[in-house]
């Protein structure tokens, strides 16, 4: 990323999320702020938002499964919940590797320091996850008036058949951040 002068400040795992009971903290706040029904599972009521629980078949988006587990959603809320300061962790960070435009990449450590949080976040995740991010959104904004969570998304990106070929491969590809073939050049 660095060639395409990308940089990024934290490294921060979603097993993380879960040691540090980030859910845990952000699940009393949605309590507090009358975001949530419980019914077996603890479910984020979309109904505040016309717009995103139009775009789905229901009116709640399952944060808390029956059997305890916690959802990609979940994670995602309680993660920015962190990261703008509304709850708050005994996660620390310590200087892991220096990029090219002379910032650190800070990693969990223990022995690190804390990181102030951000009001401002700026997230690039592909379209198909664009109503799960306005949910993040509007969960972020409506609790924390000064917070802005930014959304940017992209298309489909396709490595065209005429690339592929390069690779020996006679079609069309889909990329995928998450898994698929790694090309190597």
């Known amino acids: 990323m660095w060639r395409f002068n990308i940089y990024f400040n934290l490294i921060i795992r979603e097993s993380d999320i879960l040691k540090y009971k980030l859910f845990d903290n952000a699940?009393?706040?949605?309590?507090?702020?009358?975001?949530?029904?419980?019914?077996?599972?603890?479910?984020?009521?979309?109904?505040?938002?016309?717009?995103?629980?139009?775009?789905y078949s229901n009116k709640e988006k399952v944060l808390e499964r029956s059997n305890g587990t916690t959802t990609y959603h979940a994670k995602d809320i309680a993660y920015a919940m962190w990261n703008h300061g509304i709850i708050r962790s005994d996660i620390k960070f310590k200087e892991y590797i220096k990029?090219?435009?002379?910032?650190?990449?800070?990693?969990?450590?223990?022995?690190?320091?804390?990181?102030?949080?951000?009001?401002?976040?700026v997230n690039v995740i592909g379209m198909?996850?664009?109503?799960?991010?306005l949910m993040v959104k509007r969960v972020i904004e409506e609790i924390d008036k000064d917070s802005k969570y930014i959304y940017y998304g992209y298309g489909?990106?396709?490595?065209?058949?005429?690339?592929?070929?390069?690779?020996?491969?006679?079609?069309?590809?889909?990329?995928?951040?998450?898994?698929?073939?790694?090309?190597?050049?």
């Open 27 to 55: 699940l009393k706040v949605l309590e507090e702020n009358k975001m949530i029904k419980k019914n077996g599972t603890i479910s984020l009521d979309l109904t505040r938002w016309e717009d995103i629980y139009k775009a």
């Open 99 to 121: 990029q090219r435009n002379g910032e650190y990449i800070y990693e969990i450590n223990n022995e690190g320091k804390e990181i102030e949080p951000y009001k401002i976040s």
């Open 128 to 133: 198909e996850q664009m109503h799960k991010r």
């Open 156 to 185: 489909l990106v396709r490595l065209h058949r005429n690339t592929a070929k390069i690779f020996g491969i006679n079609e069309d590809i889909k990329m995928s951040g998450r898994n698929g073939i790694i090309y190597k050049c």
